[in-house]
């Protein structure tokens, strides 16, 4: 019997959920800022178009960050009740391994690799004012792998370390900050609109390809700083 699954993700300025069950997906997203009192509706009904309910969930995918800090708290709050409660298993991703795996199943990016043989990934996000997060991805042959850990980044530093990364693949949120691409060197090979986002139902596919358990939020910023910041 084919599995429901959940796919959830808190962490930008757009609530997205994703559903799937008896072998189709649903998937929907709503720019909220309390995300919060939209979460549990929007569940219920991507959940009843796939037939399902709260009770049937096997499994729960949730983005673990880096994003807003308590934005990412209410996805693996609610990851870590269905476990408790229900007994659902919970997969969780980060942001990042989302971005490279979408970037890494696009055509475009198949073109490029084939050109570029052993050319990485990076994945990139917008943090605060002229912040960024990045990680890098070397290629493997069923998912792009994280090659070395995350950083927090003035836009003057991140500039700097993409202008000495040599041949790569930019993979970044143009839904949450349209300008991200501005960044690269010149002539950087990016992916499409389509993928520059966090697309729902990859949700769910990063989380299981890359199966991890943890509930621990990946922030990289210092919440005090950013709450210092917003004064």
Known sequence: MAETIIGLCTSGTRLKVAVTAGGRIYQAQKKEYNQEKALFPLI????????ATLRS??????????????????????????????????????????????????????????????????????????????????????RPLPDGEPVWLKEGELKELLAAAGVFYAAGDSEEHPGIYALLPPGTAAAPGPVSKIIPGYIIKAALAYGSKTLKPLYLKPAKYELENKK
Request: proline fraction near 4%.
């Open 44 to 51: 219920k009904r991507e959940l009843k178009k796939a037939g």
């Open 57 to 142: 969930v096997n499994a729960v995918c949730a983005a673990r960050g880096p994003g807003r800090f308590t934005g990412i708290r209410i996805s693996l709050t609610l990851a870590g009740a269905m476990k408790a409660l229900a007994g659902a298993r919970v997969h969780t991703v980060t942001l990042f391994e989302i971005l490279a795996l979408q970037a890494f199943d696009c055509a475009p990016y198949k073109t490029w690799a084939a050109k570029n043989p052993g050319g990485r990934i990076a994945a990139l996000l917008h943090a605060f004012k002229d912040e960024y997060f990045c990680q890098f991805f070397r290629p493997s042959a069923r």
